[in-house]
């Protein structure tokens, strides 16, 4: 039986939603929309009693104070009505809680053919057309790819039906069918794994083959009653040795050359050389590292009873094509990683990185998502995602930049903690061992983004499968949260792992090497609808799973816990020491592989590297005469889209929430500008914190990829210690995106010298980690960030997203009533810059501003630093700074205009006195971004102490905070370089996109 | 002396149980989380934590039923349907029951808000999407009524705390906004930072209620709903301007005691006190 209950808001109340989506196709499309009001439908396929449909429709659909609802249409005053619903197999959470809701109201089961189905349809009125309609449903409310829409005109609307019975049902009527594989030459498996998607590289094709030839593997198949490789197998092996899960790209050899000095140098594996070796290094001198280079995240002490969790990822692909949808399964994904840490972590912090193409982009390119669109999408994404998570999200960077309109960057970092020890095991361990059983917790399997790792590890194009994007469902992960974390406090998890990319085919293939064997009964697989053939089943993505070893005598507490936390956990097979990863289907193998294959030779991956410098590239410093009124730049400065007030994301992220918020996202006076780093107390008992912050600075990548990742470093190092971390205790998270670098002469002519500034940025990272002593507590690399776009000529040009990388910093506090915020605070405290300001301001704000590139790019002096480094430590543990600010983009000007906008007090500084500034010009002194400066302001008691402290050091008082709210730099006594009022220096950052909530 | 007992639910979505558990022992309660299906199983099978055994009742902040279907819907469904004549004997014993965010969202679904003449059934009073339509957090200053009958509000005037909530505006036709002005039930209302009423200016009064109004309690005082967040000021580094005020108070900044409450646990101190007083 069907039922269709519509809710709409009462006349009288004013309609949110529809003000919003009012807002949004003014200032996407220009329409003028007289007002937009919402309806909420609920398609009930199920069969119910009136008497009880109308119980359900006034105890639990209907708020008698704000709402009205009915069974039969209630749209009514309308010039168009666009109705939007899921295609069917999208996740649609609030059909299973209407269900779950249902089901506990009226004390019944729902049975598997009957389910809830959510969609809306939006009353809008006003002076349209049906194209300016069709506009609104498909470019703003709906995305194609997961929706489905119709559009009524007030002539097609039919008031007796309205919108019919929509079941947007999965029907697959197949019957499962394993499929073997012909292996019959090198190029048949080719063309099979093209057609089937399986994304085999080449090279690894006669490895398979061999494989599965061999006299003994045939021996032993047959006894299980298998001779070719089955679907199952091949998916099995191409998840497994794809760049996602593999890092064939980190792992391979690069012939690197530079072609003005004819330096040669081969590099096996950056991922060994540049990552492992360093942070191995590092660790031996630092205890606090307790794992690393293995598990879903790296451990760090907190204290002695407590291992804080830190990992990053990205989430590009998936977001680029659905970036609602990408986005928060990006960030409720990167929260199972931690979960899937040791025993298991609880989660306490998530941060958030974009890059988008502008705002405002009106090229003539066309990508899937307009960049706005696309933006506003992540931010909801992520917002929903953690919000509902009950995770605080302090901390995150937006860049724009047009390179990333072929492929935007979607960050997501997760930190969590653990009690150091559950019962007499250390947190951190963890293994697999025969007779274990192999349970998946929390959602069930569909169709669900499978071949998702396949695509994220190819660039996008139109053939692009676009069933790999996912909607997360941070409700039933929030859920099984709760209750993983009390089955490990009773220590029934004896291993741990998520599935993310490649599903089942990862977390077991990859947890079964502990014990050397397992196997699985894919019929036992909880699914949503029947007909998923056995690899599917295999390798699905479907999100919000955990899976879990558990011991055959904890089962029972195991699933009773389970059960009160209202989650679904299968046993769906055991670990064992066969050797052997074995699959069945209702007791017919279908897959028999020896788990050391994967350990076998399969051949690196080589790229050519072929670095020409900068110089050779046609760099050169831009000839720029000094402006005459650095107000006016200044002003411009504040204003520029990667410099201004981004916060109205900030402030719909909820960073309180476990009520441990130290410092916040947004300080200052007004509460309304960024900070260096967030601190939180994780423990609330504890007066330690950890503190976390991040840098991207894609724009060096144009001069130098080394410069690119030692400043990158460099500042999210700076913004750590700002607030007031510890140099000795600093993790860092490496996330690499990176354009394609493998060569191809026609689709990839500059492989070589990408893939040379993947090694440069490399090696500045295992400089600079060595230097700095920073171990990479976790890392992830992305790939392939380039995008085919449609021209307006029918033609596809290819955009490749400027290399970056971002970089998390975490530090431990260790009294947060210590830590210091970047405002200056009271008027009198003197203004001092630490570290010499250079001629480095290629890549930078200003150049940018000015259309030139530049050649001097920031360089990172790393011993020199090091010890300003740990010096102002010690300032900021002895009180004496009231303000601390680390300098970076748009340089001392825009900085310290910051310092003083979120103090919204006055500032008078003398460019003379700014360290290295007498031998270069006004312009290099106020605009360059050298790496390793702070301002600080300090209270005039204090003087002598904090210039003690400094000593030596390239650090300098070059002015004071004052009252009246005038910013004034001066040059010497002779000239006024700039004198604006604070304010109204402050209304030109925030303006650009004020108007965004 | 009585051990005052509190319970903190947990399950389905709620998230701020560790931090108000924290609280809630910070002002001198024996606090306990407790799974939403935990206390209905006691409550079927008659063992378990059963809810006579504690004093002070909290549905905390979250996403309860991930909120899909109004804030605080589903789960004011479920509470009416296992646990509603115990939550009333609850009342009736002059037991203290606070809701804060998802919490206060339940209760007024519950009906346990306003509870006009102790009529705990009816849903007279809403909290529906904030006029800016999008989810906020932020801190608010609150002007408390002096005369309301709460008992968590006892000798607090104004006080600082954040709200993190899309749907947070408070909503109810004007005889019943009329009818809890008279009653002094509507305790907390957005204000400036001198402690003038917001007058509906955004971002003061964040969500567009009416009347300005943040929390309502009903006519006992007894039962407390509020949007914004208590048990996130626990700790006075949690307020935003605590580099600030250290800095501009004590240049030297020293002589601040670090382990300093914050302002939140006042709510919970005076619900500890009263029990104390009642049921000692």
Redesign the interface.
Known sequence: MLARLEIR?KKE??D??G??IRKKAREYFGFEVEDIRVIRVLTMEVTLDPSRLEQVRT???T?????ESSYSPMARDFDWLTWIGFRPGVRD??GS??V??IE??LGIRFGPEEAIY?SKLYEIRGNLDARQVETIAGELLANEIIQQWKVYGRDSWDPENGIGFPVPKVILDHSPRVTPIAIGSDQELRRISRERSLALHDSDVPVIREYFLREDVLEERKAVGLSLPTDVELEYISQARSDHCNHNTFRGLFRYRDVATGYEETIDSLFRTCIEQPTLQVKEKKDWVVSVLWDNAGVGRFDDDHYYVITGETHNSPSNMEAYGGAITGIVGIYRDPMGTGKGSKLILGMYGYCVGPRDYGGELRPLLHPRRLLDGVVEGV?DGG????IPTPYGLLLFDESYIGKCLVYVTALGIMPARIGEESSHEKTTSPGDLIIMCGGRVGKDGIHGVTAASESFSEHTPAGHVQIG???TQ??MH?FLLEARDEGLIAFITDNGGGGLSSSIGESARFSNGCRVDLDRVPLKYEGLDQWEIWVSESQERMTVAVRPENLDRFMALSE???VESTVIGEYNDSGFLRLDYQGKTCAFVRMDLLKSDFPQWEFDAEWTPPELRGLREPVLQEPRDHGALLRGLLGRPNICARNWI???????????????PL???G?DVPSDAAVV?PI??S?RGLAVSQALNPWYSRIDTYDMTAATIDEALRKVLAVGGDPAHVAGVDNFCWPTIQYHPEQNPDGKYKAAQLVRSNWALRDICLAFEIPLLSGKDSMYIDGNLAGPYGERRKVSGLPALLFTACSLVD???????M?A??PGDLVYVLGDTRNELGGGEYYQMMGAVGLHAPKVTEESFRVRYEALHGVLRE?LA??CHAVARGGLAVHLALVAMAGETGMEVDLEAVPGGTSLTTAQTLYSESCGRFILTV?R??RRAFEEAFAGQPGAFVGEVTAGGRFRITRGDRETVVSEDVMELKSCWKRPFEDL? | MTHVKALVLTGYGLNCDYETDYSLKLAGAQSHRVHINELIGASRTGSGPALGDFHILVFGGGFSWADDHGAGVVMAAKIRRHLGEEIQRFIEEGRLIIGICNGFQCLVNLGLLPGFDQEYDKRRVALTYNDKGNFIDTWVNLRVEPDSPCVFTRGIETIELPVRHGEGKFYALAPDIARLTENRQIVMRYADREGNPARGRWPLNPNGSLEDIAGICDSTGRVFGLMPHPEAFNHWTNHPDWTRLKAVRNPAGKGFDPHQKGDGIRIFENAVRYVTATFS
């Open positions: 808001l109340l004013f949110a939603e003000a919003g105890e639990l659909f708020n008698p104070v704000t709402e959470t609030a809680t209407a779950e809701a506990d109201l959510t917002r919000n509902k998570s009950g469902d941070p409700y929030k859920k709760d009160k936390h209202a900030a402030r719909q992220y909820d960073h309180e929430v476990q009520g441990g918020s130290v410092v916040k300080v200052g006076k509460r107390r609330l008992e007066r009294d947060i009533t210590l830590c210091v915020t405002d605070k009271t009180g009231a303000s209270p008691d204090n909530i």
